[in-house]
């Protein structure tokens, strides 16, 4: 099993650009989770799927930010427009629905805006 | 969600047991207590989760008070790999999983 997949590992843009990060979770895993990690700020829940289905987006910053999960193997998590202070390290995880609900994490995605 | 504290930081030396602790004194009867890692520039990892009894797996003990309002994570023999951030999470009884880190132990393993 290859694990939870996210590209791209690093992305530069500058401010006002669009960013498009994407997740490729465990097959067979029916929730999916977005989180953002920042020095001040820790680990952060951003959002997460059940089945496909945005369950709670509590977490997302601002309507700058949106995440889709168009099917069971595959989301992406949006920021239009970017800004200097999304600068962080985005990760993703799946888990399988069940009692364990153990999440594996994928190796993220570290985001710079210049 | 209830909340846990645990110390900022905690060193050991290799080969030595290490015993990082967790207070949630606001624990609720369903909520399970897990325990994560995340080694310098990667991902957090599962490590080990309880919700009454101690637990053993093949990378550590986690031991549960009996009023549940504590617990301590157990590597028995720390090595230069456990080095790591260490958190302590209280997952509710949802299906979904969601889990709120907090802050977490600095484990330093010294040579």
């Known amino acids: 099993d290859a694990g939870v997949i996210q590209s791209p590992r690093h992305e530069v843009t500058e401010m006002g650009q669009e960013v498009t990060l994407r997740c490729k979770p465990i097959?067979?895993?029916?929730?999916l989770f977005w989180y953002r990690q920042t020095m001040m700020r820790g680990l952060e829940l951003l959002i997460y799927f059940n089945n496909n289905v945005p369950i709670d987006d509590s977490g997302m910053p601002e309507d700058r930010f949106s995440a889709k999960m168009p099917n069971a193997s595959f989301s992406t998590l949006k920021i239009q427009p970017s800004e200097p202070r999304d600068s962080a390290v985005y990760f993703c995880?799946?888990?399988?629905?069940?009692?364990?609900?153990?999440?594996?994490f994928g190796a993220g995605t570290r985001l710079s805006v210049l | 969600d209830a909340k846990t504290t645990q110390p900022n930081s905690m060193e050991s030396n290799e080969e030595e047991p290490v015993h990082l602790p967790c207070n949630h004194s606001t624990i609720s009867g369903t909520d399970y207590i897990h325990w994560y890692r995340q080694l310098p520039s990667q991902g957090p990892e599962y490590v080990i989760h309880?919700?009454?009894s101690n637990v053993n797996n093949r990378m550590a003990s986690l031991a549960i008070a009996e009023d549940r309002k504590s617990s301590t994570l157990i590597l028995h023999r720390a090595t230069l790999r456990d080095a790591a951030v260490y958190y302590c999470?209280?997952?509710?009884?949802?299906?979904?999983?969601?889990?709120?880190f907090g802050q977490g132990t600095i484990l330093t393993v010294h040579p």
């Open positions: 999470i209280l997952r509710g009884g949802t299906s979904y999983g969601k889990l709120t």
């Open positions: 995880a799946s888990s399988p629905t069940g009692e364990r609900n153990i999440q594996y």
């Open positions: 309880g919700l009454t």
């Open positions: 097959s067979g895993h029916n929730s």
